[in-house]
């Protein structure tokens, strides 16, 4: 029997008042980095050869796994202590740094993350974190409050469909709100809350750090879509961001597979309703 004290969700953020802020948005800042520990992640940067050169990455496209594993530990030695300080019974999962080079075509579209892990009973967790300035003319981060908690579908490689898709434009431009993160903060997130940034119009390459985290030993998981529109699950190694590649098909134990998926899609009056329902 189920007692009701078990059926009570377990708190994401240590502190209540980042909790409440962070239930009813999908994402608070907070201070998280000391100079020394922006100085490392540079300079790790600086050393670690990601192959790639132009527009925007996170590590994970990289096709060089010693790169991917070099920066997944790196990240995890500076960022998970202070990150583990902020959320309660997570563990560490991929660590990245997040490229963006000047160019007029690095925007990073209203998006989810891919799930994970299973998000049925606890998010997965993300930190971003600037290493560089993040300013208008670099691209703010841009959130939709509280979408982590309305917007459905599933979210893996190589594309799935969105709810928001058809309306992308008029939500990013405006619903969506413009977060500022200084260097020495960061944003922590539910992967599920719609996000993005605008291209870097600047004349120098942006720097952030990201790291994922996942709640204490749940598996980790993955979605493919085919091209017939199938999409199936799988269970994956803990590091498969750091081996896999957009396109392939994942090397795991399959556990669903749904035919013909689809979502249904929302009007942007829709999006609007239940952003502003979310807000009351
Ligand atoms: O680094 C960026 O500009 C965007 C990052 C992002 O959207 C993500 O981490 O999912």
């Known amino acids: 029997m189920i007692r009701s004290d078990e059926l009570v969700q377990q708190a994401t953020l240590r502190d209540p008042e980042l909790e409440a802020a962070f239930q009813r948005d999908g994402y608070v800042v907070v201070d998280f980095a000391t100079p020394e520990m922006i100085a490392e992640l540079l300079d790790a940067y600086a050393q670690f050869e990601s192959g790639i050169e132009s527009g925007y990455y996170p590590s994970l496209m990289s096709p060089d796994e010693d790169y991917k594993a070099k920066t997944h530990f790196k990240v995890v030695d500076v960022v998970w202590p202070v990150f583990d300080r902020y959320i309660d019974g997570y563990e560490p999962m991929l660590g990245v740094?997040?490229?963006?080079?000047?160019?007029?075509?690095?925007?990073?579209?209203?998006?989810?993350?891919?799930?994970?892990?299973?998000?049925?009973?606890?998010?997965?967790?993300?930190?971003?974190?600037?290493?560089?300035?993040?300013?208008?003319?670099?691209?703010?981060?841009?959130?939709?409050?509280?979408?982590?908690?309305?917007?459905?579908?599933?979210?893996?490689?190589?594309?799935?469909?969105?709810?928001?898709?058809?309306?992308?434009?008029?939500?990013?431009?405006?619903?969506?709100?413009?977060?500022?993160?200084?260097?020495?903060?960061?944003?922590?997130?539910?992967?599920?809350?719609?996000?993005?940034?605008?291209?870097?119009?600047?004349?120098?390459?942006?720097?952030?750090?990201?790291?994922?985290?996942?709640?204490?030993?749940?598996?980790s998981v993955h979605y493919h879509r085919d091209e017939h529109g199938t999409v199936r699950g799988y269970e994956v190694p803990r590091n498969f961001c750091g081996t896999f590649m957009i396109g392939d098909v994942p090397d795991g134990t399959q556990f669903t597979e749904i035919p013909n998926y689809t979502v249904d899609p929302l009007s942007f009056d829709e999006i609007a309703q239940r952003y502003a329902a979310s807000r009351s």
Not at 152 to 172: C, H, I, K, N
């Open 97 to 219: 740094f997040m490229v963006k080079h000047p160019g007029p075509d690095t925007e990073v579209p209203p998006h989810q993350d891919w799930i994970v892990a299973d998000e049925s009973l606890r998010p997965t967790m993300n930190v971003w974190m600037p290493l560089t300035p993040v300013t208008a003319e670099t691209g703010q981060m841009k959130v939709l409050p509280g979408s982590h908690k309305w917007l459905d579908g599933l979210r893996g490689s190589p594309s799935f469909p969105t709810q928001w898709e058809a309306e992308y434009q008029r939500v990013r431009d405006e619903l969506m709100v413009t977060v500022p993160i200084e260097v020495g903060q960061a944003m922590i997130y539910d992967i599920r809350v719609l996000h993005g940034t605008p291209p870097n119009l600047s004349d120098s390459t942006r720097v952030v750090t990201s790291l994922y985290a996942v709640p204490e030993g749940v598996p």
